[in-house]
């Protein structure tokens, strides 16, 4: 069985470095969409020619488009040991058609990490950021307003997926260790891995 997951929470949780420790530990693949996104910007293709402004805005790329890039990554040989999204799902339209694709080919969710940590904390790990890899959306006010599209956007899918009986808690705001340990636990349930 594959082993699918999802990485939830708020820009600053710590989500990519907890990611890059879950592929190391699992071999399963990484889909990081802002990375895919900052990557076609960089490219100056022309999703990236698209998408640029609202990166830099803080904003949310439309559901569409999303949709379709996530489609044609999973259907990538790469993905069958399972997958690691990290930003993807961000909205409920996002996360039905996620459950859309994944019922095509007889997938489903193993489980829904849900990074929890308060805003205050998040920015300041952002500011942290933007000095080191000068993010252009890591600024103090654009921070902020990513703050806020999570709290209205994406915090509706905590509901959603604890619904769904696959949404676990991680206490985001410790050290990277505690945090993978409490990841680890978790993983080790789901699927007797890593
Ligand atoms: P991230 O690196 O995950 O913080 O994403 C950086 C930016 O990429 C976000 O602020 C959005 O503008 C865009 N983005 C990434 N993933 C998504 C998504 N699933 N839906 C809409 N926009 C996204």
Do not use: C, W
Request: charge should be negative; glycine fraction near 10%; charged fraction near 30%.
């Amino acid at each position: 069985m594959s082993l699918d997951v999802v990485l939830l929470g708020p820009p600053g949780a710590g989500k990519g470095t907890q990611a890059a420790r879950i592929m190391a530990d699992t071999g399963i693949s990484h889909i990081a969409t802002g990375d895919m996104l900052r990557s076609a910007v960089r490219e100056g293709s022309p999703l990236g020619l698209r998408v640029q402004e609202i990166l830099d805005r803080g904003d949310l790329v439309p559901d569409d488009l999303m949709v379709e890039l996530i489609r044609e990554r999973l259907n990538d040989d790469g993905t069958k040991e399972g997958f690691l999204l990290d930003g993807f799902p961000r909205t409920l339209p996002q996360a039905e058609a996620l459950d859309r694709l994944l019922g095509e080919v007889e997938r489903a969710l193993s489980v829904v990490f849900e990074f929890q940590i308060g805003e205050e904390a998040a920015v300041e790990r952002l500011g942290h950021r933007a000095e080191e890899q000068g993010r252009s959306d890591d600024t103090t006010a654009v921070a902020h307003h990513r703050f806020e599209v999570f709290r209205r956007e994406t915090e509706p899918l905590i509901a959603y997926y604890r619904t769904r009986g696959v949404l676990v808690g991680i206490r985001a705001d410790r050290t990277v260790n505690e945090v993978y340990g409490e990841i680890q636990e978790a993983l080790e349930q789901v699927n007797g891995r890593p």
